[in-house]
């Protein structure tokens, strides 16, 4: 069964900070493109951070770029968000999301969500 768990959401005050997890099973990680993304209320998903599947290079959603770090572990299949220094807009559901593209066929996973409420 393919699985991405995410944890480490919840309620923090503004300039403070969290750390998401994610656990993937069932599928080979380290072949994957591991990528977050967030959905504010009202709002469709947008992508906040983006690794590759060696883990060397990374990229930001602009709004976030200076604040956020993901990183991974494929020795452990796991994926982090590091967030620093958030603000009220950064409250949404976070999404783990695992996606390899080859010829032919796109693989592509997500997590359940895990809620991110930025709030004094």
């Known amino acids: 069964q393919v699985q991405l768990v995410e944890s480490g959401g919840g309620l923090v005050q503004p300039g403070g900070s969290l750390r998401l997890s994610c656990a993937a099973s069932?599928?080979?990680?380290?072949?994957?493109?591991m990528r977050w993304y967030r959905q504010l209320p009202g709002k469709e998903r947008e992508l906040v951070a983006t690794?590759?599947?060696?883990?060397?290079?990374?990229n930001y959603a602009s709004s976030v770029k200076g604040r956020f770090t993901i990183s991974r572990n494929n020795a452990v299949n796991l994926v982090y968000l590091q967030m620093n220094s958030l603000k009220p807009e950064d409250t949404a559901l976070y999404y783990c999301?695992?996606?390899?593209?080859?010829?032919?066929?796109?693989?592509?996973?997500w997590g359940q969500g895990t809620q991110v409420t930025v709030s004094s």
């Open positions: 690794i590759t599947s060696t883990g060397g290079t990374t």
């Open positions: 069932g599928f080979t990680f380290s072949s994957y493109v």
């Open positions: 999301n695992a996606r390899r593209v080859i010829p032919g066929r796109t693989y592509e996973y």
